[in-house]
């Protein structure tokens, strides 16, 4: 039985590698927008919720290819900020241009213009995180908890939605960057798992945790294993 083809409608490598690697053993074969050699459609993240937009991203991305398409919406809500970045996390830092400048470009919006997507976006989280910790500065450690949160929508070609499932991960927001692994915020975000991990253990960042350690314990490994049943019921009747 050949595998189902499953569009992952994305513009985030980083999801993208962490989707693949999460597929493994289902017949599926993820199909990336970039794989369908066609403009890709604006898709407007106006939701209120993570839902909101990842069912709106699904149905458009599904209509769009004429595939089943997974989206996926997620963010980093922290608890001292009221839950913000929330559904914001991705472009927080553009918001209010004030924020500080990132190390790699000296203006905000530049990047994107002059570097290009992926260039462009590495500032954008560099701009983020410089954001985070000067939103958080000062704040003792039992103050800096927060919680990764990711919603993963499925929808037909007929722009019908199969399901949407959830996955959390609680950590604490840390002073300083560390690792160069997962993407975005991951270099201040320390899982609680990791925190609990054994005394005098400093709890190491998602980005120095492996690809795999980061699958077993992030929102979006939650959430796809919740999302696991319904891809092997779609693989098994050939989509
Ligand atoms: O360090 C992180 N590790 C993660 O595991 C993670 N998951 C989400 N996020 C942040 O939340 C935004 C999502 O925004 P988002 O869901 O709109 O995605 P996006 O705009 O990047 O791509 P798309 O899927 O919408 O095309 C991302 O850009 C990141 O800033 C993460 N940060
Ligand atoms: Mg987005």
């Not at 990132?102 to 530049?110: D, F, K, N, R």
């Not at 300083?176 to 990791?194: N, Q, S, V």
Request: proline letters at 7%; glycine letters at 12%; charged letters at 25%.
């Amino acid at each position: 039985m050949s595998p189902v083809d499953l569009l992952f409608g994305t513009t985030n490598p980083g999801k993208l590698r962490e989707l693949r690697r999460l597929v493994a053993g289902l017949a599926v074969r993820v199909v990336s927008p970039d794989d369908l050699g066609r403009p890709l459609p604006e898709v407007v993240e106006d939701g209120a919720t993570f839902q909101a937009n990842a069912e709106k991203k699904a149905i458009a991305w599904a209509r769009w290819s004429g595939l089943h398409a997974l989206a996926d919406d997620s963010g980093l809500c922290v608890d001292a900020l009221g839950g913000a970045p929330g559904v914001r996390s991705a472009r927080w830092s553009d918001l209010e241009p004030d924020g500080p400048a990132s190390p790699v470009c000296e203006l905000a919006g530049v990047a994107e213009l002059e570097l290009g997507p992926v260039a462009g976006r590495a500032a954008r989280d560099e701009r983020n995180n410089d954001k985070l910790l000067a939103a958080l500065s000062g704040l003792p450690d039992p103050r800096r908890a927060a919680r990764y949160e990711a919603v993963l929508a499925l929808a037909r070609p007929d722009g019908t939605l199969v399901g949407t499932v959830t996955g959390t991960c609680s950590g604490r927001i840390g002073r300083a960057r560390r690792g160069d692994g997962g993407f975005g915020y991951d270099p201040l975000f320390i899982p609680t798992a990791e925190l609990q991990a054994g005394e005098g253990t400093r709890g190491r960042t998602m980005a120095e945790l492996t690809p795999e350690e980061k699958d077993a314990l992030s929102h979006r490994g939650e959430a796809f294993r919740r999302l696991r049943p319904l891809l092997a019921t779609l693989a098994a009747r050939g989509a």
